[in-house]
Antibody, heavy 115, light 110 residues
Framework: QVQLQQWGAGLLKPSETLSLTCGVY????????WNWIRQPPGRGLEWIGE???????NYNPSLKSRVTISVDTSKNQFFLNLSSVTAADTAVYYC?????????WGQGTTVTVSS | QSALTQPASVSGSPGQSITISCTGT?????????VSWYQQHPGKAPKLMIY???NRPSGVSNRFSGSKSGNTASLTISGLQAEDEADYYC??????????FGTGTKVTVL
């Protein structure tokens, strides 16, 4: 049973770079797209982007200039970097596997941007 | 890309059926059979309930069903139960090879 475990810094100052890691345990890493999604407090889900095992990416156009998603297949991990954060980037960030659509999710990481 | 449009709230009594709509465009919902639905309880990660318009993952109750007509997809919950009270989000693949979520619907069991 595949599980996703995510971690990263939870408190950032404006203009810093958000960095999160999602580890894939108990399942295959290749053959899937791996996604990042976020949810601001009290609001809906927003898709950030995705990557496959060979590094092919797709990004949300509204975030594309600030987002980098990368992968380390040797560790079965993928990563999210979001640069120049502001208070508007405060959210719970989720990683998810795209198998039968987004069928496996991480536990979520709360990221707060505050001076 | 604009979020797909869902009603803010839908309610029903136990045992009743409710339907949640998800309206997009021909560039997303209407153009592809890659519409999915997610259930989210407070403080929890979303859970996949329906994929590819009408398919249920293993373990999801058959009280949940999905359909699509034109640019609008729908999720129907039959035999409403207290545990179904949650937020529901639709999602669709888009012509830009991206994904877009719906605005979300709060389901209340009266």
């Amino acid at each position: 049973q595949v599980q996703l475990q995510q971690w990263g810094a939870g408190l950032l100052k404006p203009s810093e770079t958000l960095s999160l890691t999602c580890g894939v345990y108990g399942g295959s890493f290749s053959g899937y797209y791996w996604n990042w999604i976020r949810q601001p407090p009290g609001r809906g889900l927003e898709w950030i982007g995705e990557i496959n095992h060979s590094g092919s990416t797709n990004y949300n156009p509204s975030l594309k200039s600030r987002v980098t998603i990368s992968v380390d297949t040797s560790k079965n991990q993928f990563f999210l970097n979001l640069s120049s954060v502001t208070a508007a980037d405060t959210a719970v960030y989720y990683c998810a596997r795209e198998g039968d659509d987004l069928d496996v999710w991480g536990q979520g990481t709360t990221v707060t941007v505050s001076s | 890309q604009s979020a797909l449009t869902q009603p803010a709230s839908v309610s029903g009594s136990p045992g009743q059926s409710i339907t949640i709509s998800c309206t997009g465009t021909s560039s997303d919902v209407g153009g592809y059979n890659y519409v999915s639905w997610y259930q989210q309880h407070p403080g929890k990660a979303p859970k996949l309930m329906i994929y590819e318009v009408s398919n249920r993952p293993s373990g999801v109750s058959n009280r949940f069903s999905g359909s699509k007509s034109g640019n609008t997809a729908s999720l129907t919950i039959s035999g409403l139960q207290a545990e179904d009270e949650a937020d529901y989000y639709c999602s669709s693949y888009t012509s830009s090879s991206t994904r877009v979520f719906g605005t979300g619907t709060k389901v209340t069991v009266l």
